[in-house]
Each structure stands twice: as C-alpha cells, then as structure tokens.
C-alpha cells in the first residue's frame, strides 16, 4: 500500500473542497448512541459466491467486538454489531442497509463487503447521515470525494485502492518479467473495472499494448473461453481481476492447457485460500497485497497471540479477511476512543478528520485521514505463492 496518493488529484480535492459554500454542511447521525452502547451495522457475503471472504470478514469483526467490550467499551460504551447477509447482492445489500438504518438505528456501517454491494447501498446510508467505514472494497467511490456532495465526507477507506495496487505491481512486474504481451481477465462490474482501469492506466504510462482483455460475469465457475483466448493471442503476463474460485478456476485451465504463463492477481487474490484449495494449479502465482500475511508457525508476540485465540474461538485458521475485518473495528474504536465520552456522529466526523494515526499489531502501514483526504494509505507490496505459502517479494511500491 503506498502512500503516495496522486499530489496534484489532493490538491485539487482541497481547492474544490474550500469552495464549498457554507451552507453545505454534512448531515451525520447521532442513531444508535446511547449511554451504555453504541450499535454499528455491516453486511457480509455469508451465503454467496465470496463466503470465503464474509464469513471470515464477520469472525474477525466478532473477535474484535469481544475484546473491546472485554476491556471496558469505548468509554465506557459497549458495542453492539448487527451483521446482515447480502449474499453479494447489490439488491439484498439495500435492503440490509434499509433495515438496519431504520429497525436497528445503527450509528455507523462497517466493513460492509464487497464492490457491488457496497456501490448500490451507500446513497441510502448517505441520505440518513450513517458513516460508511472501512469498507471491503478497494474501489475509487469508497473514498473519492465530490465537493458538491457534502454526505460524501460520510465516506472512509482504509484499503489499498485496486486502480493503485494494480499499477503499482504491474509496474514491477513489467520491470522484472519485460512481457511483450500483457493481457488482463476481469470480472464484469465494479471491481473488476477498476482493476481494467489500473492494467490500461500504467500500460499506457509504460508505452505498452494490452494483447488481449477478456472479461467474465460475476459468479461464473468456467474459464475455459477466456483461457483459450489469452492463449491464442500469447499473452506472457495475465492480470486477474478475480478472487477466490475464480483464480483458482482461470489458472486450472491454463494448467490443463499446458500453458505456462506469469499470473499477477489483484489484491482479492491475495488470501489463504487461494494456494490452501488452489494448491499446485496457483503455484507461482504473483498478487497485489496491502499487508504481509502472518501465518501462526512463524509469527511473534500479540499476531502470534491473536492467531491462536482466532482459532481457539472459531476452530479454524485466521486468514486475510479476518485480519481485515478484525482492523475494520479496532480503526472505528480507536477514532470513536479519540471522539470522547460525549460521543456525536459531528465528533466522530471530527476524530476521523483529525490525522491522528491508527496503528494496527500487524505491521500495516498506517492509517490516517484528514478534511481532504479519506483514504488511508496506498502502500502496496508484491506476495508470490511459494510451496503452498504467500511469500513477500517486494513491498513499499508505488507507480
């Protein structure tokens, strides 16, 4: 993740920002705080194409709720987590937000999951004044602000964006691998095209011709079309705009196909699963990636601590979207902690505004925000799959 966000794209942010006239304020909640709690909502993939990610992503929001209310709350304040379904539905995504505005009066959305979902729900969360934070997207809506929508100040992300991880390992690669052919397979919406935007933005910056883009519809298990394409146009290097299965599902078929090409996943691919069920069909595999996995054999003092309770409670192993999901919490307490006893949404804004970092026990870069900016951080690093285990190649890139 680098932390180099575009200089002149945040100084325009700030120009436009100043102009804003005063009568432009942001509406923020002050729904679901109470003398004793405050409720905080978020919708996860629990039954869909990327369960792999919300069941995890929710376990480690879990973990994280225990042990601040095990510790005493945020002063004082225990909280209260409504997790609701979307099954990566953009529709069922608006129906949750809906109801956990209105039902359960939750004070802030975190971690919802997923580029779509994210996308279609964030207006009705906007129009109520609930924060959305630290959402499971990388995807330039998530923290881009227009100074002509005061609620987009609602806005916080803490993920290295995918148009900016995406250059950034593209940019290493094309300097280690010189492909001739760069070619890129994506998933057709939101996500996906963020990753197109990144592989044509850097391709263009490094003078290069894309031999092919092919793209796939979201929940698709057959690639055996689009592999045979990037064969035939001789593709070198593969970009995948993928995440679980479908990384998994793409390099299978190239491997039946006895084509033996360098794959470069975006930052979705760079989870546990991917070498634990892909095994030696992802053997090689390249991936953006925000943050060094930890794996429990080798790691030290609290990760070390933090794995074994992960698997103790949930009987199976951590992985990346638990530590996401884990973060997604302990980054909102941390600044909801710095907002004081006398907690408001405009306090909580404040906090948020304030550019006091947010260090987390897993070596991540650090997270911090400001008036103008409301992306964490764009430090990116390259991980490789190495006899079943991502390893890290090379980190603090930047295009």
Not at 57 to 85: C, F, Q
Not at 166 to 173: F, G, N, S
Not at 187 to 215: C, H, I, R, W
Not at 262 to 270: Q, V
Request: net charge neutral.
């Amino acid at each position: 993740m680098s932390r180099s966000f575009n200089a002149f794209g945040l100084a325009m942010g700030a120009i436009a920002l100043s102009c804003l006239p005063a009568v432009a304020q942001t509406k923020i909640t002050n729904e679901g705080i109470s003398a004793t709690e405050i409720v905080i909502g978020t919708h996860q993939d629990l039954s869909g194409p990327v369960k792999g990610w919300g069941v995890s992503v929710s376990n480690g929001m879990k973990m994280a709720v225990e042990e601040i209310n095990a510790a005493g709350g945020i002063n004082g304040r225990k909280i209260k987590m409504v997790l609701e379904d979307s099954g990566y539905d953009p529709k069922k995504a608006v129906l949750a937000s809906q109801k956990m505005i209105e039902r359960d009066k939750i004070f802030a959305m975190i971690g919802p999951m997923g580029s779509p979902t994210v996308l279609a729900a964030q207006d009705v969360l906007f129009d109520a004044g609930v924060l959305q934070l630290f959402p499971l997207s990388s995807a330039e809506f998530t923290f881009k602000l227009d100074p002509n929508k005061p609620q987009e100040r609602l806005k916080f992300a803490n993920l290295v964006p995918y148009v900016e991880s995406t250059r950034a390992a593209l940019k290493y690669m094309v300097e280690i691998k010189s492909p001739k052919k760069p070619c890129i397979m994506y998933q057709d919406d939101e996500y996906g095209k963020n990753v197109l935007d990144g592989f044509t933005q850097q391709l263009e910056a490094m003078k290069l011709q894309p031999a092919s883009a092919t793209s796939f519809k979201r929940g698709a298990s057959d690639f055996s079309a689009q592999v045979a394409k990037m064969k035939s146009d001789g593709c070198d290097l593969v970009v995948l705009g993928t995440v679980i299965r479908e990384t998994i599902g793409a390099m299978s078929e190239a491997k039946k196909l006895g084509w033996e090409v360098t794959f470069l996943g975006a930052t979705p691919t760079n989870v546990m699963e991917v070498p634990a069920l892909g095994k030696e069909a992802v053997e090689g595999l390249y991936a953006a990636s925000g943050f060094e996995i930890p794996y429990e054999d080798t790691a030290k003092d609290k990760v070390k601590d933090w794995l074994v309770n992960y698997k103790k409670t949930f009987n199976t192993d951590a992985n990346t979207q638990a530590i996401i999901g884990y973060n997604a919490v302990m980054t909102f307490a941390f600044y909801a902690q710095k907002a004081g006893k006398d907690l408001t949404g405009q306090k909580m804004l404040d906090a948020l505004e304030s550019g006091d970092k947010f260090l987390d026990i897993f070596n991540s870069p650090p997270t911090t925000f400001s008036k103008t900016n409301h992306l964490a951080n764009t430090i990116t690093q390259v991980q490789q799959v190495k006899n079943g285990r991502w390893v890290l190649v090379k980190d603090n890139l930047m295009f």
